[in-house]
């Protein structure tokens, strides 16, 4: 048979997005995919070159909808390196709860939709969600919003902790911790999960590293790469977690690497929890009409976020960026896909595709 | 009984004259208006079957899964477990939309995107509604003046139903399909019209 051409999407109820695919198959197997994106650029950049510096957070939270807090953290610390700002002692405990926090509710919401891309419609998809509400309702009781916090200010919060954040912190760990670990009875001792996702959208080591893969796409592929233990920021120092690792690179190793994050990262919040201190200032400074003065010299920040690295490149001005530039991990994941789908059959596209955990707001900026 | 004569053309022609003097004989024979009689049966006939079709299409809303970005999020948790939609017949959501009747835009909507939407609005079964979902499709949100997007989805399609927030609450998508269901049976003041959509698909061609 002769190769086929098929065009997927941009908009298609499995593309994780607006994401259109140059799909060629011959018969059933995928010879090249190209995808094709910029269905969802608005220009971020250069729409913050013209906003002060804490009007951005705004922004930057629409960059990566499914972990809004994680490229907030990204931009208030480039702005803080560059005013010169250090974060509280007791705000550092707190955002890396909050951070950790968000990490669980983004990779549930990847694991709900990557086992229903895998074809078992639902049941897990449920409990992800269940699970995600719980989380979600403790930060909107921190920030006051359910989704788009803006809470990040210069140098801490924008408010002090509920009174009983710590207990109720530390029972929805419990509660995290009794029903995530639910979850491999359902997939790992399922054979049609582990057929579908075994063997399936190989990535090599060398390849990951050479597109430059972040994230749990590089970790599946083998290397230990965590910016939380390699550069580490706030309090991720003071607490011991395991960076968890793929031996194959294949599907199956990355929703190992994600599963295992999640548990690392209850461990994480439980240590920061015994280590915070309960008294303390934690409140950052308010946002006012002209803030402090930005020294102009470039500053560059790395934050490892739950989809891989994000980098912010910045050369600021005194009340705004001059120039500024996100480097978003999607982007170079996305790269990959042509790779890591070849010769694999058209029906594991998509699952190949949802394994690299895409938010196509963030590839288009 | 004598063999009925084929029609003249001349009697083709002047048939409603033909009907209006077969009414009046048989008025005269029975005494009685015969087409006032047919008239109030067909007002009745017609009043009942729409009553009957506003309540079949009020209480069967399926909306299409199409997203487009942070609000499609808030979508997938209007599915879950937590807001049990399909007790008030907002069934799952479709993949195609010729089995839609709800198209909720959720996201902001680029330029490259908006000959698409308008496409799937095209494809949808007839009537459908719009709900402008969120800020950005309902003015741009927060990136009204970028270079790259439109402000609000109503350039483009005529939306029923606006929602607020960035983004807005399951909850409040909720809401917003109760307010399109009493709208669609005519239970609110903005009802005795037809939907929005239906009054602008008849001036279709005029607009761009």
């Given at each position: 048979m002769g190769v086929m051409r098929i065009n997927v999407g941009p908009i298609h109820p499995s593309t994780h997005g607006v994401l259109r695919l140059i799909v060629d198959v011959d018969g059933d197997t995928v010879k090249s995919v190209e995808p094709r994106i910029g269905f969802l650029h608005r220009g971020v950049e250069k729409l913050m070159e013209n906003r002060m510096y804490m009007q951005s957070p705004s922004y930057t939270e629409k960059l990566d909808y499914v972990a809004p807090m994680a490229w907030d953290d990204l931009f208030v610390s480039s702005v803080e390196k560059a005013i010169g700002i250090e974060v509280k002692e007791r705000a550092k405990y707190a955002r890396t709860i909050l951070l950790e926090f968000q990490r669980i509710a983004s990779h549930l919401l990847w694991l709900?939709?990557?086992?229903?891309?895998?074809?078992?419609?639902?049941?897990?998809?449920?409990?992800?969600?269940?699970?995600?509400?719980?989380?979600?309702?403790?930060?909107?009781?921190?920030?006051?919003?359910?989704?788009?916090y803006v809470n990040w200010r210069l140098g801490g919060l924008q408010r002090e902790l509920p009174a009983d954040f710590k207990k109720r912190a530390y029972a929805l760990c419990d509660y995290l911790q009794q029903h995530i670990s639910e979850y491999p009875d359902l997939l790992d001792s399922n054979p049609v999960f582990l057929e579908r996702t075994r063997g399936v959208g190989v990535l090599s080591k060398s390849d990951a590293i050479t597109y430059g893969a972040s994230g749990p796409v590089l970790r599946g592929s083998g290397v230990a790469e965590d910016t939380r233990q390699s550069e580490p920021y706030y309090v991720y120092d003071k607490v011991t977690f395991r960076v968890p690792i793929g031996s194959k690179g294949d599907c199956y190793d990355r929703y190992r690497v994600r599963y295992e994050e999640m548990l690392q990262s209850i461990r994480i919040i439980r240590q920061a929890l015994d280590l915070m201190p309960d008294t303390g200032d934690m409140i950052g400074m308010p946002i006012r009409l002209i803030g402090p003065n930005a020294k102009p010299d470039p500053v560059m920040v790395r934050r490892e976020l739950p989809r891989g690295e994000g980098i912010i490149y910045m050369i600021p001005d005194k009340q705004r960026p001059y120039r500024i530039y996100l480097r978003s991990p999607a982007f170079a994941n996305l790269s990959l896909l042509g790779r890591m789908s070849v010769n694999c059959k058209f029906a594991d596209l998509f699952p190949v595709l949802g394994s690299i955990d895409i938010v196509l707001a963030e590839v288009d900026r | 009984?004598?063999?009925?004569?084929?029609?003249?053309?001349?009697?083709?022609?002047?048939?409603?004259?033909?009907?209006?003097?077969?009414?009046?004989?048989?008025?005269?024979?029975?005494?009685?208006?015969?087409?006032?009689?047919?008239?109030?049966?067909?007002?009745?006939?017609?009043?009942?079957?729409?009553?009957?079709?506003?309540?079949?299409?009020?209480?069967?809303?399926?909306?299409?899964?199409?997203?487009?970005?942070?609000?499609?999020?808030?979508?997938?948790?209007?599915?879950?477990?937590?807001?049990?939609?399909?007790?008030?017949?907002?069934?799952?959501?479709?993949?195609?939309?010729?089995?839609?009747?709800?198209?909720?835009?959720?996201?902001?909507?680029?330029?490259?995107?908006?000959?698409?939407?308008?496409?799937?609005?095209?494809?949808?079964?007839?009537?459908?509604?719009?709900?402008?979902?969120?800020?950005?499709?309902?003015s741009g949100g927060p990136w009204w003046e970028s270079y790259n997007i439109i402000q609000g989805i109503d350039q483009v399609l005529p939306v029923d139903v606006y929602v607020a927030g960035c983004p807005p609450k399951p909850e409040n998508l909720f809401t917003a399909l109760m307010k399109l269901q009493d709208k669609i049976s005519g239970k609110t003041a903005g009802d005795t019209e037809p939907s929005v959509s239906e009054n602008i698909r008849r001036t279709e061609d005029s607009r761009v």
């Amino acid at each position: 048979m002769g190769v086929m051409r098929i065009n997927v999407g941009p908009i298609h109820p499995s593309t994780h997005g607006v994401l259109r695919l140059i799909v060629d198959v011959d018969g059933d197997t995928v010879k090249s995919v190209e995808p094709r994106i910029g269905f969802l650029h608005r220009g971020v950049e250069k729409l913050m070159e013209n906003r002060m510096y804490m009007q951005s957070p705004s922004y930057t939270e629409k960059l990566d909808y499914v972990a809004p807090m994680a490229w907030d953290d990204l931009f208030v610390s480039s702005v803080e390196k560059a005013i010169g700002i250090e974060v509280k002692e007791r705000a550092k405990y707190a955002r890396t709860i909050l951070l950790e926090f968000q990490r669980i509710a983004s990779h549930l919401l990847w694991l709900g939709t990557f086992v229903n891309d895998n074809g078992q419609l639902f049941t897990l998809f449920m409990w992800a969600f269940r699970e995600r509400a719980e989380v979600l309702k403790l930060l909107e009781d921190v920030s006051g919003s359910r989704m788009f916090y803006v809470n990040w200010r210069l140098g801490g919060l924008q408010r002090e902790l509920p009174a009983d954040f710590k207990k109720r912190a530390y029972a929805l760990c419990d509660y995290l911790q009794q029903h995530i670990s639910e979850y491999p009875d359902l997939l790992d001792s399922n054979p049609v999960f582990l057929e579908r996702t075994r063997g399936v959208g190989v990535l090599s080591k060398s390849d990951a590293i050479t597109y430059g893969a972040s994230g749990p796409v590089l970790r599946g592929s083998g290397v230990a790469e965590d910016t939380r233990q390699s550069e580490p920021y706030y309090v991720y120092d003071k607490v011991t977690f395991r960076v968890p690792i793929g031996s194959k690179g294949d599907c199956y190793d990355r929703y190992r690497v994600r599963y295992e994050e999640m548990l690392q990262s209850i461990r994480i919040i439980r240590q920061a929890l015994d280590l915070m201190p309960d008294t303390g200032d934690m409140i950052g400074m308010p946002i006012r009409l002209i803030g402090p003065n930005a020294k102009p010299d470039p500053v560059m920040v790395r934050r490892e976020l739950p989809r891989g690295e994000g980098i912010i490149y910045m050369i600021p001005d005194k009340q705004r960026p001059y120039r500024i530039y996100l480097r978003s991990p999607a982007f170079a994941n996305l790269s990959l896909l042509g790779r890591m789908s070849v010769n694999c059959k058209f029906a594991d596209l998509f699952p190949v595709l949802g394994s690299i955990d895409i938010v196509l707001a963030e590839v288009d900026r | 009984m004598p063999e009925q004569q084929p029609y003249t053309p001349e009697q083709f022609l002047n048939a409603e004259k033909e009907m209006d003097r077969l009414l009046q004989d048989s008025a005269k024979r029975y005494k009685t208006p015969v087409n006032a009689v047919f008239a109030k049966l067909s007002d009745l006939t017609k009043l009942t079957a729409r009553d009957f079709v506003k309540w079949g299409r009020s209480n069967s809303l399926w909306p299409m899964q199409f997203g487009l970005a942070c609000c499609a999020m808030e979508l997938l948790d209007f599915g879950s477990a937590r807001i049990d939609a399909e007790r008030k017949g907002y069934l799952l959501f479709r993949g195609t939309p010729r089995q839609t009747d709800v198209m909720i835009v959720a996201g902001w909507v680029t330029k490259s995107m908006v000959p698409r939407v308008k496409r799937m609005y095209e494809q949808m079964a007839k009537p459908n509604y719009v709900i402008a979902y969120g800020e950005c499709a309902t003015s741009g949100g927060p990136w009204w003046e970028s270079y790259n997007i439109i402000q609000g989805i109503d350039q483009v399609l005529p939306v029923d139903v606006y929602v607020a927030g960035c983004p807005p609450k399951p909850e409040n998508l909720f809401t917003a399909l109760m307010k399109l269901q009493d709208k669609i049976s005519g239970k609110t003041a903005g009802d005795t019209e037809p939907s929005v959509s239906e009054n602008i698909r008849r001036t279709e061609d005029s607009r761009v």
